[in-house]
């Protein structure tokens, strides 16, 4: 350790140049930064710009220093000079390493927490591990670069050797992402989770830190021997593939307790009552997560439940989340939320007015506390904090002669919107009043007709943006900007810019109007069935209390519970016969008195009839239902048959039920009557005939109909648009356009959005005065 | 002894074999010179004795330790100088002082001092700046001044100029004569080889073929001359007998490992019956050695790992 620290101590004299220019590069950035925070109102923009070249800068004055640093004093060769001196490898490892954390991990991370601290309003920048913390980027690149060069310094014999050395080091950092290429096709999945500045890639420290170790335990394995054997080297190369393969990429559902989705996220609350405002009564919110999976990553259970809220003044929006809250179970034990995480997560926002329902979110618990709470009738008590907001709003007209955004950057398909084209352009926005902007709301408005088109924040350019050009409450902004188009003519429209003269972009936020602290009692509730709660079925179904002194309300919960618990999917025979003989038991305690209560549990809502499981249709509750429904019970039903849909037979024998008529045939609809199913369903090309019908017939609408059908499912071969029987063909009966495939490709998209409606010749025409006529 | 070598052996690449079966000790006091060709063998012997480069197989231990595990401990105790070793360049010579004397418990300040007047060498000026032989008594310096038991030298005086060299020698003798200091040569420089070794080991092709202390070598050491009437060299001379040349009138010859000069007359004489005026004398390190290297050159490959102990 001595001769660690006097190597140490030479190391720092040696590059005490080198580091002292890196020091002042990394503190006069963070100042830089600081100083653009704390003037972003007056600031020229111009400033902002530099941000990226000069992080661009910094990583590459970063990644030469770490080349020339852990290069120097290498383990092997015959001329080093510290190896006919007595201090130990490791010695004179070590010391790189601690100045190489020192310089390269702390003193970034250090500059950056300070700046953040002295000059980004509290919430504007991430500090902590989440998604999208730029704490987390600098450990993600940091961490990546030290570890990779410090594999390749590992086993170099000369400096000069340093740059092959870090390629294969790189290559065998990258091995990982190849043995995922061999091994299973989602390769486009790992690949941004390494190298990109992608979602995944914040989410995992782990990875980097893994890599780190591995490329620090390789500079100070090999080191440690003062001229490595050959062996000595392989295990070198060979520790950290196998560190960088096994732990990291070990696949994600694996390293998850995975259970079968069996029962919903039930929470509810009933009689709430609060000072100042009334919150008359809590409904509960049901969500049906996709599975019970142990989230190692985020191991906290939500509180979530809607509040029904008077005496808000109108038209203002208003959010409320807990501040704290804890649990009681009936045994007398509490589980105290952790505030920290409470205050730390979004707020749902809610638009006000008298008598709304405020979606309460954020109260959360550790997840391994709250199991032993899992469906036992809890008591919660809190503060819930409402807070209200003004809504202000701005329009901003470009100045004449000038466009409001460039000629698109860029197409996007994105897989799950097969309707729409996304549209990224950027946009510079200089003057603006305060608000939130994370809650900004951008839209086009057309000026003559009011049309409006929403404009988002693109998630992927926020991410991967720099700081400055998000979460920023106040000041100069460049927004990526996605515009959804529906219909492939706007597209084009935009695609040649913006007219000035046309559109204007309006912005919209909203300003924190005060708040109130609401001391908050929910009575006793069924608290839903938690992650890790690893009970068989027929038990969480008998462990779902009916007894006691339950109000209306708490049974109403509770049947709803068990009707949750009991529609899971059950596999196998004998186990679904035990989920209904649990069942059974659990309804079999219902008397008449109580119908309406399982009445209004079934018909929550949040069980969609075409999800019953036969243990609900066609078992317990269905029997329990016909036992206590009288004949004239039924006819509550009767505006309920989507609903109760499993009572069918029973609702038809009691005459309430009867056939819907036979939908009309295309060919025997009246003009009026196609052009209605046009309106209601523009964009839907499941009635493809009644189209073929309405050209046939040669109405005027017909062909923006079908080329919006075309626009929507695009020219390829489809059963839609093919070359023989498609709507292109269609088209071409009532319009000029040809009728070969390809020549109707082209002319469309040359004439599509410029023809009119010539009465006389009953066709679709290019106007007078077109060359092209 | 204070340095072994176990049959050392290393290989390069296969089939290029740099030492074979290389077996020595070297006492402690004594001043062993390894001498050899260029590419004999010597440098690579050092680095593996240093831990430098690893044996394939053998190995070399210094103070009974092999070199593979040699400590801070045994490293306070060895000095190393070599042409081609890197200084820290960047370092002034008084920082490449101070830089070394924490790693040495032994460092003596006033032996510091003096080795400084002697080499006359400017403490602020800095490694990279300094001329060869400044530089290779800035390495002598980081090399005697914590008085190490084991000091090995690597071609040390290569392209010095003479007043240098002295300096150095001087530096050295001193060294010497301060108590019982084992050093490791290897050299060109007969001369120098001459005035600090007592024992002299010629590698050549990555065997030791001749060891031995300097005295005794030469003592038995004859160059041999005579005219004959046929000067032609006969087959079937003694081994020992190097580089035999006929001229016009005569032979020449070096005979080594000379027990009695008259038995080495009257062998001259079996072999050319009518030679007359024959002469011989003690040869210097200098000729000997070259006669050597030329008997070994006309002997072709290395004749047998056995050093020639005379």
């Known amino acids: 350790m001595k001769l660690l620290l006097h190597w140490l101590r030479w190391d720092l004299r040696r590059f005490r140049l080198l580091l002292f220019v890196w020091t002042l590069l990394v503190l006069g950035y963070a100042a830089f930064l600081g100083w653009l925070h704390q003037n972003i109102l007056t600031v020229d923009p111009a400033w902002m710009e530099w941000s990226q070249p000069i992080a661009l800068v910094l990583a590459v004055v970063e990644v030469i220093l770490l080349l020339h640093l852990l290069s120097t004093d290498p383990a092997l060769g015959t001329d080093p000079f510290w190896k006919t001196r007595p201090p130990r490898g490791f010695a004179v490892a070590g010391a790189k390493m601690v100045m190489v954390m020192g310089f390269f991990a702390v003193l970034p991370m250090a500059a950056w927490w300070t700046m953040t601290c002295w000059s980004v309003p509290p919430g504007a920048v991430t500090h902590g591990w989440g998604e999208t913390s730029w704490t987390l980027f600098l450990w993600w690149w940091h961490a990546f670069l030290i570890g990779t060069i410090s594999l390749g310094a590992s086993v170099i014999r000369h400096p000069r050797q340093i740059l092959l050395a870090v390629a294969a080091a790189f290559a065998l950092s990258l091995m990982p992402m190849l043995v995922a290429l061999i091994l299973k096709p989602a390769f486009l999945d790992v690949m941004p989770m390494v190298l990109d500045q992608a979602v995944k890639a914040f989410t995992q420290p782990v990875f980097a830190g893994w890599l780190l170790l591995a490329g620090c335990l390789c500079f100070w394995l090999a080191r440690t021997h003062r001229t490595p054997s050959p062996w000595w080297r392989l295990v070198v190369v060979l520790f950290p593939a196998v560190l960088l393969v096994v732990v990291p990429l070990k696949p994600e559902a694996k390293r998850k307790i995975l259970l079968q989705p069996e029962t919903p996220n039930v929470t509810a609350a009933s009689t709430i009552r609060v000072g100042g405002l009334q919150l008359r009564k809590g409904l509960p919110v049901y969500s049906l997560p996709k599975a019970f999976a142990m989230d190692e990553e985020y191991p906290w259970a939500e509180f979530e439940m809607q509040l029904q809220v008077t005496g808000l003044p109108d038209d203002l929006p208003a959010v409320a989340g807990w501040r704290t809250l804890k649990l009681t179970a009936p045994d ?79 197409f996007e398909m994105p897989e799950d919107e097969f309707n729409g084209h996304l549209w990224q352009g950027v946009l510079r926005w200089t003057p603006m009043g305060p608000g939130e902007l994370g809650n900004i709301l951008i839209q086009l408005r057309k000026t003559g007709t009011g049309e409006r088109l929403p404009v988002s924040l693109n998630d992927r350019e926020i991410r991967t943006g720099f700081l400055l050009q998000r979460q920023q409450h106040k000041g100069h902004l460049r927004f990526p900007m996605g515009v959804d188009f529906r219909s492939y003519l706007r597209q084009r429209e935009f695609q040649k810019g913006f007219p000035v003269s046309d559109w204007a972009l ?3 936020w909203q300003q924190p109007d005060g708040y109130v602290d609401i001391p908050v009692v929910v009575e006793p509730f069924i608290l839903p069935r ?25 049974i109403r919960l509770r049947l709803t519970t068990l009707l949750m618990l009991a529609n899971q999917p059950a596999s196998g025979s004998a186990r679904e016969a035990a989920v209904e003989a649990a069942l059974e038991e659990k309804l079999g305690q219902l008397a008449a008195p109580q119908l309406p209560l399982l009445l209004e549990a079934a018909r929550s809502g949040l069980i ?31 505006t309920e048959k989507e ?131 | 002894m ?20 290389l077996t020595f000790g070297i006492a402690p006091g004594s001043v062993f010179a390894l001498m050899g060709r260029n590419g004999a063998g010597k440098t690579t012997t050092i680095h593996l004795l240093l831990d430098l480069l690893l044996p394939t197989r053998g190995e070399a231990r210094i103070f009974g330790i092999p070199s593979s595990k040699l400590g801070p401990e045994h490293r306070q105790r060895i000095g190393y100088v070599s042409e081609n070793q890197r200084l820290p360049d960047w370092m002034r010579v008084g920082e490449f002082l101070r830089f070394l004397k ?37 390495a002598f310096l980081g090399a005697l001044c914590y ?127 009518g030679a007359e005026r024959l002469t011989m004398h003690a040869p210097g390190l200098s000729r000997f050695y070259i006669d050597y290297l030329r008997h070994t050159e006309t002997t072709a490959a290395p004749a047998s790992s056995t050093a020639h102990s005379l």
């Open chain 1, 332 to 410: 007398g034990r509490v589980l105290q939320g952790n505030e920290a995480m409470m205050q730390a997560r979004t707020i749902r926002r809610m638009k006000g007015g008298t008598a709304n329902l405020l979606p309460v979110s954020g109260a959360i618990f550790d997840v391994r506390e709250v199991i032993p709470f899992s469906l036992l009738p809890c008591r919660a008590e809190g503060t819930l904090r409402v807070m209200l907001q003004r809504k202000e709003s701005v329009e901003w007209v470009p100045a004449a002669g000038s466009q409001l955004a460039a000629p698109m950057a860029q």
């Open chain 1, 643 to 773: 609903l109760f849909a499993f009572l069918e037979a029973e609702l038809r024998a009691a005459g309430l039920v009867t056939a819907e008529p036979e939908p009309k045939v295309p060919a025997a609809m009246s003009d009026a009557e196609l052009e209605d199913w046009d309106l209601q369903n523009r964009g839907r090309p499941e009635g493809i005939a009644m189209l073929q019908e309405a050209a046939r017939r040669g109405l005027p609408w017909a062909f923006k109909s079908i080329l919006h059908v075309i626009e929507i499912v695009g020219f390829e071969e489809t059963r839609f648009s093919n070359r023989s029987r498609g709507l292109l063909r269609l088209i071409s009966t009532i319009s000029d356009c040809p009728e070969d495939f390809v020549p109707a490709k082209i002319w469309l998209k040359e004439n599509g959005d410029q023809l009119v409606w010539d009465a006389t010749l009953k066709r679709w025409v290019l106007p007078p005065g077109n060359p092209d006529r």
């Open chain 2, 2 to 21: 204070s340095i072994q070598f176990q049959s050392l052996t290393k290989h390069y690449r296969a089939g290029d074999e740099a030492l074979s079966g």
């Open chain 2, 147 to 273: 008085r190490p038991d084991v000091l090995i030298l690597d071609e040390p005086f290569s392209g010095l100029d003479s007043v240098m060299r002295q300096d150095l020698l001087d530096a050295l003798i001193e060294f010497l004569g301060e108590g019982e200091r084992t050093v490791l040569l290897s050299s060109h420089d007969l001369g120098e080889v001459e005035r600090l070794a007592d024992t002299i080991g010629v590698l050549n092709y990555g065997r030791l073929g001749l060891r031995g202390s300097i005295d005794d070598l030469l003592t038995g050491a004859r160059e041999v001359s005579f005219l004959t009437s046929h000067p032609q060299v006969p087959p079937g001379l003694p081994e020992n007998w190097w580089n035999p040349v006929a001229s016009a009138h005569g032979i020449t010859f070096m005979a080594a490992g000379v027990t009695e000069e008259a038995a080495l007359t009257e062998a001259i004489l079996a072999h050319w019956p």
């Open chain 2, 102 to 138: 924490p790693m040495y418990p032994s460092w003596d300040d006033v032996l510091t001092a003096r080795l400084l007047k002697l080499f006359a060498l400017p403490l602020h000026q800095r490694l990279d700046r300094l001329s060869r032989g400044q530089r290779m008594k800035a």
């Open chain 1, 530 to 554: 938690q992650k890790g709660d690893a009970r068989p079925m027929p038990d969480l179904i008998r462990a779902v209390s009916l007894e006691g002194n339950a109000s209306t309300e708490q």
């Open chain 1, 608 to 638: 969609p009839a075409h999800s019953y499981y036969p243990v609900l249709s066609d078992g317990p509750l269905k029997r329990r239902l016909l036992t206590l429904l009288q004949p004239s019970d039924l006819v509550v039903l009767e």
């Open chain 1, 506 to 508: 309006e912005l919209s």
